[in-house]
């Protein structure tokens, strides 16, 4: 039975090199909403309606275990769905949460996510009641998602972009920075030059994966990779061997939801 993991887009892609590296046997089966991406600018409405179909047809294709490669849908949708999707669903915010408070001192911690992810106050909740009195600097910054789908990781625009959003965690001396987004990982080397080298990146796909050691035990022998899209490929494939590795992927296919 393979495990499905979930995105907006290619971000969750982070997730599933965490979780091939932790799991190598493990058949996963990846689907990526790239016709409705990004979440972040979308109302919990729309994005709990988005997450239920996706969870939807992954049940449909035999997954044991869920994990919301999408930190917009675990803000505004896994709490909500719980075990009424009827297989373990995971989030990505109660992992990342932990793996900042494992390595801070006395703060202050930064934030940065989606509009959504931000303004849901998920992360500031979950830092503050594992931490009281621990301040958290957390910024929305949205436009790093088109930024990542366009390839654009190590772009001039986007460090320029970077440093806009970053200001307010300079300013506040920030000691780690949780990466409230799975696109955000691959935007490391700009983020820690803008942030500067004593900062600590804290990675939610590599917390995820992490997490789930301690329940995930059931693995097959193929350990193969499928990818489902809700729009074209495109430049996908290029994308996902460039950060996977050539043939990665065992298929790719398009796939129709219905939803709006």
């Known amino acids: 039975m393979p495990l499905g993991v979930f ?71 896994v709490e909500k769905i719980g075990k009424s ?49 621990l301040r958290v600097v957390a910024c929305a910054t949205p436009l790093f998602v088109p930024l990542v789908e366009e390839g654009w990781l190590d772009h001039e625009v986007t460090e320029k972009v970077a440093r806009e959003y970053l200001a307010p965690l300079i300013r506040e001396k920030v000691e780690v920075c949780v990466l409230a987004c799975t696109h955000y990982p691959l935007l490391k080397k700009v983020l820690q030059r803008v942030l500067g080298s004593e900062v600590k990146l804290v990675d939610s796909s590599e917390a995820c994966a992490e997490s789930l050691k301690g329940v995930e035990s059931r693995i097959s022998e193929k350990g193969e990779f499928r990818i489902f899209l809700t729009d074209e490929p495109g430049p996908f494939l290029g994308r996902v061997e460039s950060f996977l590795g050539r043939g990665a992927v065992g298929s790719i296919e398009r796939i129709h939801l219905t939803h709006g």
């Open 7 to 77: 995105d907006s887009g290619i971000g969750g892609l982070t997730v599933v090199k965490a979780l091939r590296s932790a799991f190598p046997r493990r058949d996963i089966l990846y689907v990526g909403d790239t016709a409705r991406v990004p979440y972040g600018n979308k109302s919990a409405e729309t994005v709990e309606a988005y997450s239920r179909e996706i969870i939807g047809f992954l049940k449909s294709r035999g997954v044991d275990r869920i994990v919301a490669a999408c930190n917009t849908a675990s803000a505004l949708a």
């Open 85 to 133: 999707g009827g297989v373990p669903l995971h989030g990505m915010i109660d992992s990342g949460v932990k793996a900042a408070l494992a390595v801070v001192g006395s703060g202050p911690v930064g934030v940065i996510g989606t509009a959504a992810t931000i303004s849901s106050g998920a992360y500031q909740a979950a830092l503050e009641a594992g931490r009281p009195g």
